[in-house]
């Protein structure tokens, strides 16, 4: 798995609008700081990371909005299981293909949608947002 400060695959720490993020068949990414979404006051601004293999979240990472961005305009398209580290603040819409696991004290701005397995949450606060 890649690690680098925030994101693996962008390597960058703040993403403007409508921007696509794709990672190999393989590729897995591990967010392990703050990835700022900033939609530049384009409230339609959308983002959308296809991952080939896994999400995995630090602790206390975050996903942060800015600039008019809105959770629903977020979709994270994993291939295997995600992971969101305790106490991690999530942006967006999860679709995952095998499993997602949420740890304590996680929040979720959005969805987390599994195809073929389970979704275990613990002690989460989970909001649709739209």
């Known amino acids: 798995?890649?690690?680098?400060?925030?994101?693996?695959c962008g390597?960058?720490?703040?993403?403007?609008?409508?921007?696509?993020?794709?990672c190999g068949r393989r590729r897995s990414i591990g967010?392990?700081?703050?990835?700022?979404?900033?939609?530049?006051?384009?409230?339609?601004?959308?983002?959308?990371?296809?991952i080939g293999s896994t999400l995995t979240t630090a602790t206390a990472s975050r996903v942060l909005?800015?600039?008019?961005?809105?959770a629903r305009n977020v979709?994270?398209?994993?291939?295997?299981?995600?992971?969101?580290?305790?106490?991690t603040a999530f942006v967006g819409r999860i679709l995952a293909a095998i499993s997602i696991t949420v740890n304590a004290g996680v929040t979720v701005n959005g969805q987390t949608l599994a195809r073929d397995g389970s979704v275990t949450l613990a002690t989460n606060t989970i909001a649709r947002a739209w």
Not at 31 to 46: S, W
Not at 75 to 86: C, E, R, V, Y
């Open 1 to 8: 798995m890649l690690h680098i400060r925030l994101l693996a």
């Open 11 to 22: 390597n960058a720490e703040t993403l403007g609008c409508c921007e696509w993020v794709r």
């Open 31 to 50: 967010l392990t700081g703050t990835l700022t979404l900033d939609a530049q006051g384009n409230r339609n601004a959308e983002w959308i990371f296809q």
């Open 65 to 70: 909005l800015t600039g008019g961005a809105t």
């Open 75 to 87: 979709i994270w398209q994993i291939g295997s299981p995600a992971t969101l580290g305790t106490d």
